[in-house]
């Protein structure tokens, strides 16, 4: 027969057990009581969520940002982060930002041929 798990009790009858006892009650007074979880599938989330050995969209275009862009200009850009559908790429050089500003939409066409990547739809130019 398997063991029930003992009954929970709220905080002020947690305090009045141990004020009854003598003992100091431990729990800070803004602390939550949650139901505890399992490790495994809390982990696999935050795995998920932050794409941890996992390929993503943003890899795909930085393995492949000097056949996109070539390779004069992948020296002074870099791109950083999706935000929606639009590509995040910060610039050090003003010639390069207006090299890729005049040829934004063959680059696009580009990116959206890399495998994951068909929703990229713009791409933002930052100094940086």
């Known amino acids: 027969m398997p063991k029930d798990p ?3 009790f709220s905080q002020v ?6 004020s009854l006892r003598r003992i100091p009650n431990e729990i800070p007074g803004r602390m939550r009581k949650r139901a ?10 935050i795995l998920l969520k932050h794409q941890i050995g996992r390929d993503s969209p943003e890899q795909r275009v930085r393995d492949h940002w000097i056949e996109i862009v070539g390779s004069a200009n992948a020296q002074y ?4 982060r999706l935000e929606k559908n639009s590509l995040i ?14 040829h934004r939409a063959t680059i696009v ?7 994951g990547c068909g929703d990229i739809r713009m791409i933002n130019l930052r100094d940086g």
Not at 77 to 80: A, Q, T
Not at 97 to 102: P, V
């Open 77 to 80: 850009s870099h791109p950083v």
């Open 89 to 102: 790429v910060l610039t050090s050089h003003a010639v390069v930002r207006n090299e890729l500003f005049h």
């Open 109 to 115: 066409e580009k990116i959206q041929k890399l495998p």
């Open 36 to 45: 505890t979880k399992e490790l495994g599938p809390m982990i696999e989330e």
């Open 6 to 8: 003992p009954p929970l």
């Open 13 to 18: 009858a947690e305090e009045l057990v141990a």
